[in-house]
């Protein structure tokens, strides 16, 4: 335990009690100074724009590579941290109780626990076992005495399972009374699904994803439906990935470099000497 972290999860926890926040994912240490710089109150990791950085798919790194990478983002910013922790690494709770320690001794200020296992043919955990798997990184977490936030994720509509918000509804609910303090559905998109995963989820805050296809959705909105925190996933990372698409396209296609005009003029080394 150190002070810096115990700050910084009473800063998240803080953020959680009232109002809404938006949680952007940055994928390395550049990313995440720049968006502290940017005002931001806090930052979440992304286990995908991550590993899109290393040459990997997502889930395809390892994880002791992963908790380095949750470290040196810890490091590298004042905010609180949240670790995108996938499945903890593991499917049996045992094994996500020991992920989860070593997760919190990284440094970070939250982490999330999803129940996708990686496998097609049975892509969710039993509900029996992923309610298990929350108590565990509950359990896990308070033996460390670092009160991170716990946020556990139902990945029943990313992995197409049939009736994703009943499912959904049902391992919330299942989950807030486990022990997880915020709830995650990624991938809803209209109000009336979003205001039904609050409700469900009430009082715990919940988290939605904002990505390519409910992106017209603002702050305010979320607000009103009473969503507390927003995160953006891999968005920012793709966006990244979307200027190297553009201007490599250009070059091969035409032959021509008018995207440049359109890099940004940030003075990105004056910041970096600045935080160094």
């Known amino acids: 335990m150190n002070s810096k972290q115990v700050s910084a999860v009473e800063q998240f ?56 990478h949750f470290r040196d983002i810890a490091a590298s910013t004042s905010l609180p941290v949240n670790a995108d922790f996938l499945n903890a690494f593991a499917d049996d709770p045992a094994g ?27 892509p969710l955990y039993d509900f029996a076992l992923a309610v298990e798997r929350i108590k565990a990184a509950r359990v896990a977490i308070d033996s460390t ?11 029943a509509h990313l992995v197409g399972a049939p009736d994703p918000l009943r499912t959904s509804l049902d391992r919330l609910v299942a989950y807030a009374e486990a022990g997880a303090d915020c709830l995650y559905a990624p991938g809803f998109t209209s109000a009336e699904e979003i205001a039904a995963i609050v409700k469900a989820a009430a009082p715990k805050p919940v988290n939605v994803l904002l990505y390519s296809k409910n992106y ?25 990935w979307t200027g190297v698409l553009a201007l490599t396209k250009e070059i091969q296609e035409t032959g021509q470099f008018s995207w440049l005009g359109q890099a940004t003029a940030f003075d990105f080394n004056r910041l970096f000497r600045e935080h160094s």
């Open 96 to 122: 996500v109780a020991e992920n989860v320690r070593r997760c919190v001794e990284t440094g970070v200020a939250g982490l999330s626990v999803e129940d996708s296992t990686g496998n097609d043919e049975t």
């Open 13 to 68: 926890k803080a953020l959680h009690k009232s109002g809404c926040f938006v949680l952007p994912n940055p994928w390395d240490v550049g990313s995440a100074i720049y968006l502290e710089h940017a005002g931001f109150k806090a930052l979440a990791t992304t286990s995908a724009g991550f590993a899109f950085a290393q040459g990997l798919p997502d889930g395809g790194v390892e994880l002791d590579m992963m908790l380095d």
């Open 145 to 155: 005495g670092v009160a991170v936030v716990l946020t556990a994720r139902c990945e």
């Open 216 to 240: 017209d959705l603002t702050v305010q909105q979320l607000s009103d439906l009473g969503v507390r925190r927003i995160s953006l996933g891999s968005s920012l990372a793709r966006a990244a």
